[in-house]
Antibody, heavy 121, light 107 residues
Framework: EVQLVQSGAEVKKPGESLKISCEGSGYSFSDFWIGWVRQMPGKGLEWMGIIYPGDSNTRINPSFEGQVTMSVDASINTAYLRWSSLKASDTAIYYC??????????????WGQGTLVTVSS | AIQLTQSPSSLSASVGDRVTITCRASQGIYSALAWYQQKPGKSPKLLIFSASTLESGVPSRFRGSGSGTDFTLTITSLQPEDFGTYFCQQFSDYPITFGQGTRLEIK
């Protein structure tokens, strides 16, 4: 079974750093792009960007440029999303998702279960 | 960025009803549109891609149509398990964007 398992919920203070993870299993991790999507409380979905585990090639949404860093360790089938200095407005659920090949573009399935990040003083 | 506008924002329907959700793009996106279902507290699930292609394992009562700027998701006979929020997503151009969502409640 193809699945993505994300790291657990985090509670952080403004200004702190954070790295969350997304581990893939059941498929060749290096061969499929991984996307990251933000969902702020009670809101819709925002595409943050994608990373290719095979060569760490990355495409970031300009709205998130400079705010987060995407990385991957293909040797352990894991993608990461990192913040160097969190803000209260980063409070959200963050999803990773596998980009499918057969849809001809960026459509995603499956999705991880989501990581809730709460930033509060 | 390409904007996607869904309507309605919410709706309530009965089991067996035919339900239609629309998604309008701010510019032409060919057929580069996907639909997702998200249930409360769960992650999104892909239903349809390329505007009208049903993802494997998705019930045939879900149908997608449209091209260019106007798209439709139809549930032909609503089932109790179809509650949740539905999002459209374009993949014609970066950045990828989503519609604001349509919340579907079962009466």
């Amino acid at each position: 079974e193809v699945q993505l398992v994300q790291s657990g919920a985090e509670v952080k203070k403004p200004g702190e750093s954070l790295k969350i993870s997304c581990e893939g299993s059941g498929y060749s991790f290096s061969d499929f792009w991984i996307g990251w999507v933000r969902q702020m409380p009670g809101k819709g979905l925002e595409w943050m960007g994608i990373i290719y585990p095979g060569d760490s090639n990355t495409r970031i949404n300009p709205s998130f440029e400079g705010q987060v860093t995407m990385s991957v360790d293909a040797s352990i089938n894991t993608a990461y999303l990192r913040w160097s200095s969190l803000k209260a407005s980063d409070t959200a659920i963050y999803y990773c998702a596998r980009r499918l090949r057969h849809c001809g573009g960026d459509c995603y399935d499956p999705w991880g279960q989501g990581t809730l990040v709460t930033v509060s003083s | 960025a390409i904007q996607l506008t869904q309507s309605p924002s919410s709706l309530s329907a009965s089991v067996g009803d035919r339900v239609t959700i629309t998604c309008r793009a701010s510019q032409g996106i060919y057929s580069a549109l996907a639909w997702y279902q998200q249930k409360p507290g769960k992650s999104p699930k892909l239903l349809i891609f390329s505007a009208s292609t049903l993802e494997s394992g998705v019930p045939s009562r879900f149908r997608g149509s449209g091209s260019g700027t106007d798209f439709t998701l139809t549930i032909t006979s609503l089932q109790p398990e179809d509650f949740g929020t539905y999002f459209c997503q374009q993949f014609s151009d970066y950045p990828i964007t989503f519609g604001q969502g349509t919340r579907l409640e079962i009466k």
